[in-house]
T-cell receptor, first 110, second 113 residues
Framework: GEDVEQSLFLSVREGDSSVINCTYT??????LYWYKQEPGAGLQLLTY?????DMKQDQRLTVLLNKKDKHLSLRIADTQTGDSAIYFC??????????FGRGTSLIVHP | DVKVTQSSRYLVKRTGEKVFLECVQD?????MFWYRQDPGLGLRLIYF???????EKGDIPEGYSVSREKKERFSLILESASTNQTSMYLC????????????FGEGSRLTVL
């Protein structure tokens, strides 16, 4: 199966919370990442979490890591139209090479 | 401001042509990467490089080669372009210290006719 799995689409109403989920297979990663790709642009790091943490909060973003279930999630509070983008979960595989999921397209509608 | 620059945003080539995609970074990063991005498939690693003149195959190296003659520059070469290489190509760089964040270029969209 896939090394990193994400659902392909998520649609939310402006002002609601968005939760993007990711499951992974490699439990040896030191870092797990969320990258954001806006239309017509490359990816930018949104946030990351150390593998020895359960949660990280950064303004409207909350990252939860469940190592037992190999599940990573990104919660965006008070989602805005400017949050519409593709969100990629990624983890470090062997030799510090990042492996990316397929990306979740977040669509925010009024 | 840190920057990864890809030389061409859009290219149109014919089947069988040789294609060069250039990438330059100004952050003195040791690591550089080439990915291709296709709808529904996410990012797939083609090649990466840890240092000048070093290269390693990624997940999908077939039909591609790379060159890293200088630390700041990493080139992707399609020796004989084929229609199934029509894609978005993303270059990235990183440093092995800190959180090993990847810095991406804006991408090169290649169409092979």
């Amino acid at each position: 199966g896939e090394d990193v799995e994400q659902s392909l689409f998520l649609s939310v109403r402006e002002g609601d919370s968005s939760v993007i989920n990711c499951t992974y297979t490699d439990s040896s990663s030191t870092y797990l990442y969320w990258y954001k790709q806006e239309p017509g642009a490359g990816l930018q790091l949104l946030t990351y979490i150390f593998s020895n943490m359960d949660m990280k909060q950064d303004q409207r973003l909350t990252v939860l890591l469940n190592k037992k279930d190999k599940h990573l999630s990104l919660r965006i509070a008070d989602t805005q139209t400017g949050d519409s983008a593709i969100y990629f979960c990624a983890f470090e595989g062997g030799s510090y090479i990042p492996t990316f999921g397929r990306g979740t397209s977040l669509i925010v509608h009024p | 401001d840190v920057k990864v620059t890809q030389s061409s945003r859009y290219l149109v080539k014919r089947t069988g042509e040789k294609v060069f995609l250039e990438c330059v970074q100004d952050m003195d990063h040791e690591n550089m990467f080439w990915y291709r991005q296709d709808p529904g498939l996410g990012l797939r690693l083609i090649y990466f490089s840890y240092d000048v003149k070093m290269k390693e195959k990624g997940d999908i190296p077939e039909g591609y080669s790379v060159s890293r003659e200088k630390k700041e520059r990493f080139s992707l070469i399609l020796e004989s372009a084929s229609t199934n290489q029509t894609s978005m190509y993303l270059c990235a760089s990183s440093s092995p210290d800190r959180n090993r964040e990847l810095f991406f270029g804006e991408g090169s969209r290649l169409t092979v006719l």
